[in-house]
């Protein structure tokens, strides 16, 4: 059965400081995977998305960025976090396109002082 | 702007109640339509979704919604509410069938005893 692994589950950052967030997938091939940020009081929104190795697209501007190194890993970054990056980090993955669910990691809460 | 609303924040209901949450979503074009809840603790998990033909589909634990093309609404329901029923609930929409799915606000549902 497919897996979905993202960690830490928590970090407190300074203002600055840079960011590595990851995120892997068990027990599939070339999935959809995907970067949402939940703000308090707001839904998930919807940072990066990749249909493969290197393929990344960007839906908002920001301070983070992301890659993926390999299919199944995809890592959240930021060589300078601001207070306005805290929030939660949910990493997902889809099996392929059509709108198919999404099946969501457990989540980073992300906290920058 | 393409966009996806749910009108309540916050419901409290006792137990055996009905519920209804409302979802809006605002894009002309052919949208699949997805509910998703996360239980205290737990990660998002898809409740049901509407992808095409019936407009009324049958999730898990009992819940239901309908999709109403002209009003571009996709409200869910559940006749009778158990007190497992606590948890945020979530609207979604995939607006272009590539799995980007944009979220709503959230609605957070306790259920009294």
């Known amino acids: 059965s497919q897996t979905i692994h993202q960690w830490p589950a928590t970090l407190v950052q300074p203002v600055g400081s840079p960011l590595s967030l990851e995120c892997t997938v068990e027990?599939?091939?070339?999935?959809?995977l995907y970067w949402y940020r939940q703000a308090a009081g707001r839904g998930l929104q919807l940072l990066f998305y990749?249909?493969?190795?290197?393929?990344i697209s960007s839906e908002v501007p920001q301070n983070l960025s992301a890659s993926r190194p390999q299919d199944r890993q995809f890592i959240l970054s930021s060589k300078k976090l601001l207070l306005s990056d805290s929030g939660f980090y949910l990493c997902?993955?889809?099996?392929?396109?059509?709108?198919?669910?999404?099946?969501f990691g457990s989540g980073t809460q992300l906290s920058v002082l | 702007a393409q966009s996806v609303s749910q009108h309540n924040h916050h419901v409290i209901l006792s137990e055996a109640a009905s519920l209804e949450l409302g979802c809006n979503y605002s894009?002309?074009?052919?949208?699949?339509l997805f509910w998703y809840v996360q239980y205290p603790g737990q990660h998002l998990q898809l409740l049901l979704k509407?992808?095409?033909?019936?407009?009324l589909v049958k999730g898990i634990k009992g819940f239901e919604a309908e999709f109403i093309k002209s009003k571009f609404s996709f409200n869910l329901r559940k006749p009778s509410v158990q007190w497992s029923d606590t948890a945020e609930y979530f609207c979604?929409?995939?607006?272009?069938?590539?799995?980007?799915?944009?979220f709503g606000a959230g609605t957070q549902v306790v259920v009294t005893p």
């Open positions: 979604a929409a995939d607006l272009d069938s590539w799995g980007k799915l944009q």
């Open positions: 990749s249909i493969g190795i290197d393929q």
């Open positions: 509407y992808f095409s033909g019936d407009p």
């Open positions: 997902a993955w889809s099996p392929g396109q059509g709108g198919e669910k999404l099946f």
């Open positions: 894009y002309g074009g052919t949208v699949n």
């Open positions: 027990g599939t091939s070339n999935p959809n």
